[in-house]
């Protein structure tokens, strides 16, 4: 039996203050589980939920840029520089996951996970967060209360 690749867990503790995007993480993280699990199962839909994760990351890229522009996030260029290149990578992995090297499924799902699970929860997407909620306490004093 193939061994269970270890999924990605979103927690409210990881919430980035705005809830349309905590919404997409977590529909994210269940799409690269939903990979994993037809990779394990050895299912035929695995490319058709790679595709389905590259558009709902084009998606979500977009929604994320939207409003670290509206914040004016001052790190928001890296961040779109670190999305630019993450796309970059995926798109040759789905290249030559296309033209038959199978082998490359798991590290492609690997790649994946890691890249979110480090993106969305440990550097760059809790960076425009804390920028964010720190701007939300100036404006507001007493909400550091609450
Ligand atoms: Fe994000
Ligand atoms: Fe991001």
């Given at each position: 039996m193939m061994q269970k690749i270890k999924r990605l867990q979103w927690d409210s503790k990881f919430s980035v203050g705005f809830d349309e995007l905590d919404e997409q993480h977590k529909k994210l993280f269940e799409i690269i589980n939903?990979?994993?699990?037809?990779?394990?199962?050895?299912?035929?839909?695995?490319?058709?939920?790679?595709?389905?994760?590259?558009?709902?990351?084009?998606?979500?890229?977009?929604?994320?840029?939207?409003?670290?522009?509206?914040?004016?996030?001052?790190?928001?260029?890296?961040?779109?520089?670190?999305?630019?290149?993450?796309?970059?990578?995926?798109?040759?992995?789905?290249?030559?996951?296309?033209?038959g090297k199978d082998k490359i499924a798991l590290n492609l799902l690997i790649f994946l996970r890691d890249w979110l699970f480090e993106h969305v929860l440990k550097n760059e997407d809790p960076g425009y967060s804390k920028f964010y909620k720190k701007s939300q306490n100036k404006e507001n004093p007493d909400s550091k209360l609450t």
């Amino acid at each position: 039996m193939m061994q269970k690749i270890k999924r990605l867990q979103w927690d409210s503790k990881f919430s980035v203050g705005f809830d349309e995007l905590d919404e997409q993480h977590k529909k994210l993280f269940e799409i690269i589980n939903k990979a994993m699990g037809a990779y394990e199962t050895q299912s035929k839909d695995l490319i058709g939920i790679f595709t389905e994760l590259s558009d709902y990351l084009g998606y979500h890229f977009m929604s994320e840029e939207n409003i670290m522009a509206e914040i004016r996030y001052p790190g928001r260029e890296q961040h779109h520089l670190k999305h630019q290149e993450f796309i970059k990578k995926f798109i040759g992995f789905l290249d030559d996951y296309e033209s038959g090297k199978d082998k490359i499924a798991l590290n492609l799902l690997i790649f994946l996970r890691d890249w979110l699970f480090e993106h969305v929860l440990k550097n760059e997407d809790p960076g425009y967060s804390k920028f964010y909620k720190k701007s939300q306490n100036k404006e507001n004093p007493d909400s550091k209360l609450t």
